[in-house]
Nanobody, 121 residues
Framework: QVQLVESGGGSVQAGGSLRLSCATF????????MGWFRQAPGKEREGVAV???????MYADSVKGRFTVSQDNARNTLYLQMNSLKPEDTAMYYC???????????????WGQGTQVTVSS
């Protein structure tokens, strides 16, 4: 079993930065991909950034050049550095883990509880 616990969310003004963390627990050895997803009120959950065990990354067009996904060497912690934040980045952010390299949320089996990010103008 795998458990994911996010932290680092909060409130920030537009143009500011936040760093999200996702601690992993359990049998993560076989997992190929880990990623960040977000869901704003009234909207569907969308993929933000994904990273694989061999370091490949993928980003949503809306965050390219502003967000960076990374992980520590032991894959115990996943990170999302968010810079130049915009009000439209406001959402609940979730980390997820699975076996496919995709931004499609339905392909991920394990999910955290989420951490709220609020960006004010």
């Amino acid at each position: 079993q795998v458990q994911l616990v996010e932290s680092g969310g909060g409130s920030v003004q537009a143009g500011g930065s936040l760093r999200l963390s996702c601690a992993t627990f359990g049998y993560t050895y076989s997992l190929y991909s880990m990623g960040w997803f977000r869901q704003a009120p009234g909207k569907e959950r969308e993929g933000v950034a994904v990273i694989t065990s061999d370091g490949r990354t993928m980003y949503a067009d809306s965050v390219k050049g502003r967000f960076t996904v990374s992980q520590d060497n032991a894959r115990n912690t996943l990170y999302l550095q968010m810079n130049s934040l915009k009000p439209e980045d406001t959402a609940m952010y979730y980390c997820a883990a699975g076996w496919t390299f995709t931004l499609q949320s339905g392909q991920y089996k394990y999910w955290g509880q989420g951490t709220q990010v609020t960006v004010s103008s």
